[in-house]
């Protein structure tokens, strides 16, 4: 014990009188720590963490695959039936749907408020395993007639429109002008899907969606059972699907199956951005570490003569690395410490970053924080790197230290060692800046890209009407958007205003089968798709949609209620090769006996209706109003100016509807990106740390170095070297670390690179500008480094360089 305060006495003396020194390498440390520590963080809460259900990683999520939809899709709630009779590989398959519309109206205290519903079959909760908090989950005997006007809230909803009012089992609730009975109150974060407030029973379907094969509404969940893989029950849901498309050719004959686990289903498509910025940040804090250890060798190189004069005196080598362990002890506590913090003020920043990013959990990014598992990895880095950086002072051979007595230079193999891991250094700085520049480049593309409409100036809300109090295509309907619309642009400043089912840039969630009128009929099962949309007459002007060809909807066609179709030159180029758009009638449903007729009247330019990163996609618009509608509203002034005066417009209609998601355009293209920004700006924050890392670890070295062959630079004056000789002295020896460090960081940039090709957009995983641009930094900061030890090295006096030794 006496040893130990003795080595922590020495120990901060001895970094007390190098302040430098302590303050480099501590803030050094904390740079890489607090990086790694943040998105750790996230890493952890997102990927590692275990969800809050029942052994959550036995629960997939079972879609249906169309051959012209990319990403797995609802099912029918008959094929939904038919896959829980028929399958033998889970315990339990359940059905949620939240579309249809995927709010309802809630009136509390005579208040209304819009909440998002949830329909769940009666063992959705017990195939999560996720338990109430108060009263009960859904058992199967409400998901049936009669029995289904129950409801069970969110922890959310509960305190925000109940104030945790215990008393609130059992109430009866006006949710869409109907009552319910609370029966239930879901534990904080036991929420599925996490944006749910109410869950009512899935028996609350239309009859048409219960009934029909061709309504896509419902989401499937199955509980594997023990011993079961992922595989085999995929194998076992092919085979269902199989004997599905037998039965039933026209809807199911080219459907597949696929599976997909719950994590990540809540992930969605950031898993693989934040194992490349984990992968980013690891190599950040092994920059740092190589910065540390080139300093204390530096610093050992130094003070080799004290620790051989003591280790001559009978210092042991246990004595000498205990001493040394102890100061990088300390160095590296002060450093996770000062990173720890760093890491704790940082992350609601990446909460608030991710919480944009679409296809995400919120429950999930809200659970970012530092917890026991990321700080245990903290105190074991910052232990490891105790343990390595505390051998490096004595690991010398005895020939050196017995060399170390004799006066003159450090020795050849100790510049090696630091070059060597020099070069390491830089080689990891131009894997990080590489994918920095190239996942720059990408996001810099798709913020280019032209989404076809203008964004600037365009506000939109959405509005949700109660059922049954309206329906869609009612004249109850039309007539309250009629006089909406009406009123809002009336506003002033405001230019014009329309309505849509689906707000731009996102997927219509309403898809289509249709038959070309005279055209050759396709097999079962393979007919053609395309997005519907349904708009009001203004929807074209107030969106900046050019006409190509034909007319518009007039308002004289919403009132008659005209059959009609306007499409968009994506569906022409698909669909309508050889055709004259506009004298041509599309048949929908194609699977009833008498398809309805719609003829073509026009042809718009096209839009990226679902996002800018993916190309245009084949839309048919339809004239008339939803119970759910999009209203976009065209604006002269700032969009959020007219803000009050449009819920002011809401309410001289019906004082009691609110609306909600009240947003611009240019947010909502901004929300589309936001992975794609916040993997590209992380990024290029660490390869800027990495690169400053290394050019502080760069002027380190050789500003030691230059000190240490002092005598030797002078020598080399007095015998005639000039001052640009000097120079070159010095930045040859930062040339080789350079060049190994490019050539060897650059070799596996382009293979890393490759690996997260599925992240660029646009952009070559070979992308030269990328090149130069990694190549132009390094170089850069080499030379930036170099330039005032080289001034140093070359204004050294040799009289007084010769003296002093």
């Avoid at 009666?122 to 996720?130: D, Q």
């Avoid at 005997?141 to 006007?149: C, L, R």
């Amino acid at each position: 014990m006496d040893n130990l305060f003795s080595d922590i006495r020495y120990a901060v003396r001895q970094l007390g009188r190098a302040p430098g020194f302590t303050v480099a390498a501590v803030l050094t440390l904390a740079l890489g720590i607090g990086a790694n520590a943040a998105i750790f963080s996230a890493v952890y809460a997102l990927l590692l963490k275990s969800l809050p259900f029942q052994s959550a990683d036995r629960v997939v999520g079972i879609y249906e695959t169309h051959p012209q939809v990319v990403a797995g899709a609802e099912v029918t709630f008959p094929d939904y039936l038919d896959w829980k009779r028929q399958q033998k590989s889970f315990e339990q398959v359940s059905a949620y749907a939240t579309r249809g519309p995927e709010t309802m109206s809630l009136v509390v205290d005579g208040r209304a408020e819009q909440v998002r519903k949830v329909l769940a079959s009666g063992n959705f909760f017990s195939l999560l395993g996720a338990t109430p908090q108060l009263g009960r989950t859904f058992v199967e005997q409400d998901d049936s007639a009669g029995n289904n006007h129950v409801v069970v809230l969110s922890a959310d909803a509960w305190q925000r429109y109940f104030g945790r009012d215990r008393g609130v089992i059992g109430r009866t609730v006006d949710l869409n002008g109907a009552a319910y009975t609370v029966i239930g109150v879901l534990a904080a974060g036991a929420a599925f899907p996490a944006e749910g407030e109410v869950w009512l029973p899935l028996s609350l379907l239309s009859k048409e969606e219960q009934e029909s094969r061709v309504w896509h509404t419902v989401n499937v969940l199955g509980r594997l059972r023990p011993g079961v893989s992922v595989a085999e029950a995929r194998a076992d849901m092919q085979t269902v699907a199989g004997g599905l498309a037998l039965s039933y050719p026209a809807t199911n004959g080219s459907v597949g199956v696929v599976l997909r686990p719950l994590r990540e289903q809540l992930v969605g498509a950031l898993r693989p951005a934040m194992l490349s910025l984990m992968g980013s940040v690891v190599l950040v804090l092994l920059i740092a570490c190589a910065n540390v250890a080139n300093l204390l060798m530096v610093r050992a190189a130094a003070d080799r003569r004290q620790i051989a004069i003591r280790q001559a005196l009978g210092a042991s080598g246990g004595r000498l690395f205990g001493q040394s362990l102890t100061m990088t002890l300390i160095l590296c506590v002060l450093g996770g410490g000062l990173g720890t913090a760093f890491a704790a003020v940082t992350l609601p920043l990446l909460r608030v970053a991710l919480s944009h990013t679409a296809g995400v959990d919120h429950g999930l990014i809200q659970s970012i924080r530092l917890s026991v598992p990321v700080l245990l990895v903290t105190f074991g880095v910052c232990t490891l790197m105790a343990l390595v950086f505390g051998l490096l002072p004595v690991m010398k051979r005895p020939r050196e230290l017995v060399d170390a007595l004799r006066p003159g230079d450090q020795s050849s193999t100790g510049r090696r060692s630091k070059s060597l891991l020099m070069g390491v250094e830089i080689a990891f700085a131009v894997v990080v800046l590489f994918l920095g520049a190239i996942l720059l480049r990408s996001f810099q593309r798709l913020a280019a890209v032209d989404p076809g409409f203008r964004t600037d100036h365009l506000l939109s809300f959405e509005i949700t009407l109660p059922e049954p109090r309206y329906q869609d295509e009612t004249p109850e309907t039309n007539r309250f958007y009629g006089q909406l619309l009406e009123k809002v642009g009336r506003v002033p400043g405001v230019l014009s205003v329309a309505s849509t089912t689906q707000i731009p840039l996102k997927s219509s969630l309403s898809m289509s089968r249709f038959l070309i009128a005279g055209a050759p009929k396709p097999a079962a099962g393979t007919f053609p798709f395309a997005q519907l949309r349904t708009v009001s007459p203004d929807y074209f002007k107030t969106m900046g949609l050019g006409l190509r060809q034909g007319r518009l909807f007039e308002q004289k066609d919403l009132e008659k209620g005209t059959a009609l179709f306007v499409v968009n030159q994506a569906f022409v180029d698909r669909y309508l090769a050889g055709r004259d758009p506009v004298e041509t009638t599309l048949l929908l449903g194609v699977l009833d006996p008498k398809p309805e007729k719609f003829p073509i009247y026009g042809v718009v330019s096209n839009a990226r209706e679902v996002g800018v990163s993916a190309e245009a996609e084949p839309v048919m618009y339809m004239p008339g109003f939803g119970t759910h509608a999009v209203v976009l509203v065209r604006t002269q002034l700032a969009p959020e100016s007219v803000v009050s005066a449009v819920r002011e417009a809401v309410h001289e209609i019906d004082p009691t509807q609110p609306i909600y998601h009240v947003q611009t355009m240019d947010e909502v293209l901004s929300d589309t990106v936001a992975r794609q920004r916040v993997t590209a700006i992380l990024l290029d924050v660490f390869a800027l740390l990495a690169l400053m890392l290394t050019g502080v670890g760069m002027y380190g070295v050789l500003s030691y170095s230059i000190a240490q062959r002092t005598r030797e630079i002078g020598v080399r004056i007095a015998v005639g070297a000039t001052r640009g000789d000097v120079v070159r002295l010095v930045l040859g020896q930062i040339a080789w670390p350079v060049v190994f460090g490019l050539v060897a960081g650059g070799v596996v940039a382009f293979a890393v690179a490759r690996v997260v090709r599925g992240l660029l957009f646009g952009t070559s995983s070979l992308d030269p500008a990328s090149v130069v641009i990694t190549v132009g930094g390094v170089v850069l900061i080499a030379v930036v480094a170099a330039v005032i030890p080289a001034r140093r090295a070359a204004s050294v006096d040799p009289t007084e360089a010769l003296r002093a030794e």
